[in-house]
């Protein structure tokens, strides 16, 4: 079995979040990426050199290398494997990517205010049947 080129460690539990990686999902026809959902209960990010507070500040990928990419090149990759990189066509502008990244940290941190703000539906939790959405904004 092929691995991946890129691993992405996304936060399921954030609304907006989960459609990217949806829709990125839609788009790896050829395998290229695999996902690993962050909120799934006994997920350890030790193999990784990072801790959950940096996983959970900005998207992370690793490479079947085993780089670790971080935020904007995380994304950069992704899209650029499915095919879709003129998607994040800005982020390859040196002079723009200091200000996209700025912008991309205070997204990351405000992800769950600006995905209700945006109309997605908060993710639901579910444990031993029973449901509830999680808010934490």
């Not at 998207?59 to 990419?69: E, K, N, Q, W, Y």
């Not at 990759?77 to 990244?101: C, E, Q």
Request: glycine share 8%; hydrophobic share 45%; aromatic share 12%.
């Amino acid at each position: 079995m092929k691995t991946a080129d890129l691993t992405l460690y996304f936060d399921g539990q954030c609304p907006f979040c989960l459609a990217e990686i949806t829709r990125l999902r839609g788009w790896n026809q050829a395998g290229r990426l695999a996902f690993v959902d962050i909120a799934e209960p006994g997920f350890d990010p030790t193999f990784l050199g990072v801790d959950m507070t940096a996983l959970d500040r900005e998207l992370h990928g690793s490479t079947a290398a085993g780089d670790v990419l971080v935020g904007i090149d995380s994304m950069l990759a992704a899209y650029t494997l499915v095919g879709k990189g003129w998607f994040v066509l800005p982020l390859r502008v040196s002079f723009l990517r200091p200000p996209l990244a700025y912008l991309y940290r205070k997204f990351a941190r405000n992800r769950y205010r600006i995905s209700a703000l945006m109309g997605y539906e908060p993710v639901p939790t579910c444990k031993d049947g029973v449901c509830s959405a999680r808010h934490p904004f």
